[in-house]
């Protein structure tokens, strides 16, 4: 088992072990006092996990509710977050109360997004139970979901009291949801750990999830001290992310985050080669990795179409978009630019 500490304003942990969810009550009860709980989750991880989260919290005393949704993206919206909203009210919680998020990064994001709003915020857990949600959602106090015009155009900063990562919970996950997971893994080792993206790239990742959780966490912890609110060093984080979000909004979030996420970093990588900022070598050794890892490479949409969305995207500044660029694998740099060079750099990834 491994700890990693995030040092925010309040600090908090993220652990990092096999067979968490059955002693979760017991983790959870050491940083907040038995109160009244709402755990939030999907119908699909409901069915799977919920049982086990709740006998553990009312063994350590917590008072437990359980709110469940209609599973995936298509169900991260306003119209989710006030049903959340409401039932928390019905059930009459206040400031005093929990709320523990139980699923992948949809379920975090809203649930620390009602947490954030719910009587101006209330204390939230997260217990993410997808690759995806381990290694980036479910770390660094970003919450919140769509609207119509695109990804994550409503949320909040606001972290966690714990976020506890049960390594078990990964065993239930399909080769491809998994692979989406590896997508957020394999970008934090394109921009900062090249021994981290040689894991990846070797393939047969599950055996390694830990270590690669351990890395990708420790990072993010590191970037999230020093930029809580993404104000500077955090958008490296976003590499890949401007161009992913515009081909998730595009499929009708048909195309699952990670693989959005995969198409993105490629995207970006043949576009900068083309500048002459990155390698052939490294565009080469981003492609092996991801086919390895069953993640596809080929853009979907055409430049115009990724641009156009793009220009409504929460990370826009003015007239301005700040790309993250790769210069070696491990090191990667923040370049802002002009819209309208924007669009002439997506139109140099195909």
Same mark, same amino acid.
């Given at each position: ?9 309040? +600090?908090? +942990? ?9 002693? @979760? ?9 038995? @109160?009244?709980?709402?755990? !939030? ?34 169900? &991260? $919206?306003? /119209? ?10 019905? $059930? ?33 857990? /997260? ?17 919140? @979901?769509?609207?119509?015009?695109? #990804? $994550? ?33 394999? #970008? ?15 393939? +047969?990742?599950?055996?390694? %999830?830990?270590? =690669?959780?351990?890395?990708?966490? &420790? ?5 999230? *001290?020093?930029?809580? #609110?993404?104000?500077?060093?955090? /958008? ?12 998730? &909004? ?9 693989? *959005?996420? %995969? ?14 900022? @990155? ?12 086919? =390895? +890892? ?7 949409? $055409? %430049?115009?179409?990724?641009?156009? !969305? %793009? ?16 210069? !070696? ?19 140099? *990834?195909?």
């Amino acid at each position: 088992m491994t700890t990693v500490k995030v040092e925010t304003a309040p +600090n908090y +942990n993220v652990i990092i072990g096999k067979d968490l969810l059955a002693d @979760c009550g017991t983790y959870i009860a050491q940083v907040v006092k038995p @109160c009244k709980a709402a755990i !939030i989750t999907d119908d699909k991880v409901k069915g799977i996990y919920a049982e086990t989260v709740e006998k553990s919290l009312q063994g350590a005393g917590f008072e437990t509710v359980v709110f469940a949704f209609a599973n995936g993206e298509g169900r &991260k $919206n306003l /119209q989710t977050i006030e049903a959340m909203l409401e039932f928390l009210a019905e $059930n009459e919680f206040t400031r005093s109360d929990l709320i523990v998020t139980l699923g992948g990064g949809v379920v975090g994001d809203m649930g620390g997004f009602a947490a954030a709003t719910f009587l101006r915020g209330i204390r939230f857990v /997260q217990v993410p139970t997808t690759m995806l949600a381990m290694v980036d959602s479910s770390v660094g106090g970003k919450t919140g @979901c769509n609207l119509k015009a695109g #990804k $994550n155009l409503a949320g909040a900063f606001y972290q966690p009291k714990l976020v506890l990562c049960d390594t078990n919970t990964l065993n239930s996950l399909s080769d491809e949801m998994f692979a989406c997971g590896l997508a957020e893994a394999i #970008k934090t080792g394109m921009i900062a750990n090249e021994e981290l993206f040689d894991i990846c790239a070797k393939g +047969n990742c599950r055996q390694n %999830a830990e270590q =690669i959780i351990e890395y990708s966490v &420790k990072f993010k912890a590191k970037v999230v *001290a020093q930029d809580e #609110k993404e104000s500077g060093l955090r /958008q490296i984080l976003n590499f890949g992310h401007t161009m992913a979000h515009s081909i998730e &909004k595009l499929s009708d979030y048909k195309i699952p985050h990670g693989q *959005a996420v %995969a198409l993105g970093m490629i995207g970006i990588c043949r576009a900068s080669l083309k500048q002459g900022i @990155c390698s052939a070598e490294l565009v080469e050794r981003l492609e092996a990795c991801l086919k =390895i +890892n069953s993640l596809p490479t080929q853009l979907p949409f $055409n %430049a115009e179409e990724i641009y156009r !969305i %793009a220009t409504a995207d929460k990370k826009r500044k003015g007239n301005k978009l700040t790309l993250v660029l790769p210069k !070696i694998i491990g090191d990667c740099t923040l370049q802002p630019m002009e819209l309208g060079d924007v669009k002439a750099f997506f139109e140099k *990834a195909f």
